[in-house]
């Protein structure tokens, strides 16, 4: 059974950093991506960046591009999603989410969801 375990929100004042874990298991993939998405409320899910399994390519959404990295730690089969210079405009409820199969940001294309992690970003 995949599992998909995410960690690390929270509240901070705009300008500053979150680092968001996801941890899983059960997920033997060697092809295909991971992801982290987001959902504010009222919106739609929306990608945010994505890591390849090999991780050496990776996606952004343009809206936090230079803002935030993504990572994964094979050997802790753990993604990292570390968020800088935070927006208000950055809240909401992250998640991970894993593809076995392709790459990208949409969200449809993901089979393996976590249960999510609030962050708010206050002005």
């Known amino acids: 059974q995949v599992q998909l375990v995410e960690s690390g929100g929270g509240s901070v004042q705009a300008g500053g950093s979150l680092r968001l874990s996801c941890v899983v298991s059960g997920y033997t993939a060697s092809s295909g991506c991971m992801g982290w998405f987001r959902q504010a409320p009222g919106k739609e899910r929306e990608g945010v960046a994505a890591i390849f399994s090999s991780g050496y390519r990776t996606y952004y959404a343009d809206s936090v591009k230079g803002r935030f990295t993504i990572s994964k730690d094979n050997a802790k089969v753990t993604m990292y999603l570390q968020m800088n210079s935070l927006k208000p405009e950055d809240t909401a409820t992250y998640y991970c989410?894993?593809?076995?199969w392709g790459c990208g940001l949409g969200a449809r294309d993901y089979n393996y969801w976590g249960q999510g992690t609030q962050v708010t970003v206050s002005s």
């Open positions: 989410a894993a593809n076995p």
